[in-house]
């Protein structure tokens, strides 16, 4: 079972892959501003119990965190404690969580090596993003290491440091400003996932895809069954 929880709302774009981003285009079309942080009405989500007393979501239940903010922004410093502590409480449950904002993992989280349960990935769209951000996320005490490249807006050579990741996730952008994504951009970080067998997936082509030199615009409903199809080896 797989539950999406945003225990707060709102972030600020930290760098070039959040141009375009889709929790600015959603509060935008409502009127309310992405650059307020606030707790959210699900904050507790996860230790919730039915009137036997019964946690809500059951033992096995995968917690998706934050896809509306950033579990390290600054704002939620004073909050992130408590969600810690539900982690620790629900230790039979998953919880993931993305972020580009990995120089902020350690001083918000200081006893890493004690959640088996937090998967952190980071997220890098371009070459100088993986430069900057990845040899800070690979020296972090973290038991699994994935490496997000969405949206990839360039061809990103992991060399320096594919063999300390565990797995690379690809996708493209949505929304009508989506940049293009080259197929050859993910064609390449397959071979390079394959060449050092690091688990690799193509998740979501995003709305512009450029394949053998063709445009492809892809309806919203089917950009991640189109990215499942692209490779046989993946997932």
Same mark, same amino acid.
């Given at each position: 079972?797989?539950?999406?929880?945003?225990?707060?709302?709102?972030?600020?774009?930290?760098?070039?892959?959040?141009?375009?981003?889709?929790?600015?285009?959603?509060?935008?079309?409502?009127?309310?501003?992405?650059?307020?942080?606030?707790?959210?009405?699900?904050? @507790?989500?996860?230790?919730?119990?039915?009137?036997?007393?019964?946690?809500?979501?059951?033992?096995?239940?995968?917690?998706?965190?934050?896809?509306?903010?950033?579990?390290?922004?600054?704002?939620?410093?004073?909050?992130?404690?408590?969600?810690?502590?539900?982690?620790?409480?629900? @230790?039979?449950?998953?919880?993931?969580?993305?972020?580009?904002?990995?120089?902020?993992?350690?001083?918000?989280?200081?006893?890493?090596?004690?959640?088996?349960?937090?998967?952190?990935?980071?997220?890098?769209?371009?070459?100088?993003?993986?430069?900057?951000?990845?040899?800070?996320?690979?020296?972090?005490?973290?038991?699994?290491?994935?490496?997000?490249?969405?949206?990839?807006?360039?061809?990103?050579?992991?060399?320096?440091?594919?063999?300390?990741?565990?797995?690379?996730?690809?996708?493209?952008?949505?929304?009508?400003?989506?940049?293009?994504?080259?197929?050859?951009?993910?064609?390449?970080?397959?071979?390079?996932?394959?060449?050092?067998?690091?688990?690799?997936?193509?998740?979501?082509?995003?709305?512009?895809?450029?394949?053998?030199?063709?445009?492809?615009?892809?309806?919203? @409903?089917?950009?991640?069954?189109?990215?499942?199809?692209?490779?046989?080896?993946?997932?």
């Amino acid at each position: 079972m797989e539950v999406t929880y945003n225990c707060w709302h709102g972030c600020h774009k930290k760098s070039e892959g959040c141009a375009h981003c889709y929790v600015y285009r959603r509060d935008e079309s409502i009127g309310k501003d992405a650059n307020i942080v606030y707790k959210t009405a699900n904050f @507790n989500l996860p230790i919730r119990k039915d009137r036997h007393g019964a946690y809500k979501y059951p033992s096995g239940t995968v917690f998706m965190m934050c896809f509306s903010s950033d579990f390290f922004i600054e704002e939620a410093d004073e909050w992130r404690k408590e969600v810690l502590s539900f982690i620790k409480e629900r @230790n039979d449950c998953l919880f993931y969580c993305i972020t580009k904002r990995p120089e902020r993992i350690e001083e918000c989280i200081f006893d890493l090596e004690s959640y088996d349960n937090l998967i952190i990935c980071c997220t890098m769209e371009n070459q100088k993003r993986f430069d900057e951000r990845a040899p800070i996320y690979l020296s972090l005490p973290l038991k699994q290491k994935e490496v997000m490249i969405e949206p990839m807006l360039e061809r990103i050579d992991m060399s320096a440091y594919i063999d300390r990741i565990d797995r690379v996730a690809v996708g493209g952008e949505s929304g009508d400003e989506a940049r293009v994504l080259d197929f050859e951009w993910v064609k390449d970080i397959r071979e390079q996932c394959k060449k050092a067998q690091v688990a690799f997936s193509f998740h979501q082509t995003g709305a512009r895809i450029l394949v053998n030199g063709k445009l492809y615009e892809i309806p919203r @409903n089917k950009q991640h069954s189109q990215a499942k199809k692209a490779f046989k080896d993946q997932y």
